[in-house]
């Protein structure tokens, strides 16, 4: 059964840093499809940002530029850097994971992962 954990959520500051990890256990296939998605209250879960099996990585509009995901396939743990930070991106944020290749070519497509963490608050204040 694949499980994920994510840690490093919490407050910051508008124009803060803040670094999202995700451990991911119980499959073997070496280079998954893994994304971030954030919901926030009242709204839809969206994809974030995303990374396919090639390597391939998708990130959502309004976080280009100031966010950076990057998997650590040794240690099986999916990151997420975000920097710039804005109060609008105030949201649960979710870990998700598929033992395999993508299935639909973007990478945050929520329709490619079947595996979810239980998620990380993060709160951004101005």
């Known amino acids: 059964q694949v499980q994920l954990a994510e840690s490093g959520g919490g407050s910051a500051q508008a124009f803060g840093s803040l670094t999202l990890s995700c451990v991911a256990s119980?499959?073997?296939?070496?280079?998954?499809?893994m994304g971030w998605f954030r919901q926030a209250p009242g709204k839809e879960r969206q994809g974030v940002a995303g990374?396919?099996?090639?390597?391939?990585?998708s990130y959502a509009d309004s976080v280009k530029g100031r966010f950076t995901i990057s998997l650590d396939n040794a240690k099986a743990t999916l990151n997420l850097q975000m920097n710039s930070l804005k109060p609008e991106d105030t949201a649960m944020y979710y870990c998700?994971?598929?033992?395999?290749?993508?299935?639909?070519?973007?990478?945050?497509?929520?329709?490619?992962?079947?595996?979810w963490g239980q998620g990380t608050q993060v709160t951004v204040s101005s």
């Open positions: 998700a994971a598929e033992p395999s290749r993508c299935y639909y070519s973007n990478p945050i497509e929520r329709r490619n992962f079947n595996y």
């Open positions: 119980g499959y073997t296939y070496s280079s998954p499809c």
């Open positions: 990374i396919d099996s090639d390597g391939s990585i």
